[in-house]
């Protein structure tokens, strides 16, 4: 098992960026990381993925060319850089691990087996 903590989200003007870090409290090399977020009456959406590797990151087509996943297993951390923020990505940020061994990053919150408490973006337009 593993503990997931976010941290880097805050209160950001449209058009600014942030970054997110997914701390662990353990190894993550066995994990497929990623990031989703939910906001108010909404489901939790996947916003990003990425391999155990580090390579094939897959995203949402509403933050490509926006975010940016990327992970650094020996700092056990995954991290979210947000640019060009819009007011549709407030939300509050989740990171997930998933231990199944597979190519495909999945993008249904149900394949993952771990979750962090979240932190809250806000984006003011």
């Known amino acids: 098992q593993v503990q997931l903590v976010e941290s880097g989200g805050g209160l950001v003007q449209a058009g600014a960026s942030l970054r997110l870090s997914c701390a662990a409290s353990?190894?993550?090399?066995?994990?497929?990381m990623a990031w989703f977020r939910q906001a108010p009456g909404k489901e939790r959406d996947f916003v990003a993925g990425?391999?155990?590797?580090?390579?094939?990151?897959d995203y949402a087509d509403s933050v490509k060319g926006r975010f940016t996943i990327s992970r650094d297993n020996a700092k056990k951390t995954v991290y979210l850089q947000m640019n060009s923020l819009k007011a549709e990505d407030t939300a509050v940020y989740y990171c997930?691990?998933?231990?199944?061994?597979?190519?495909?990053?999945?993008?249904?919150?149900?394949?993952?087996?771990?979750w962090g408490q979240g932190t809250q973006v806000t984006v003011s337009s």
């Open positions: 990425i391999s155990r590797s580090g390579s094939s990151p």
């Open positions: 997930a691990a998933m231990l199944l061994y597979i190519m495909r990053i999945p993008k249904a919150s149900d394949e993952y087996d771990y």
């Open positions: 353990g190894r993550i090399s066995d994990y497929t």
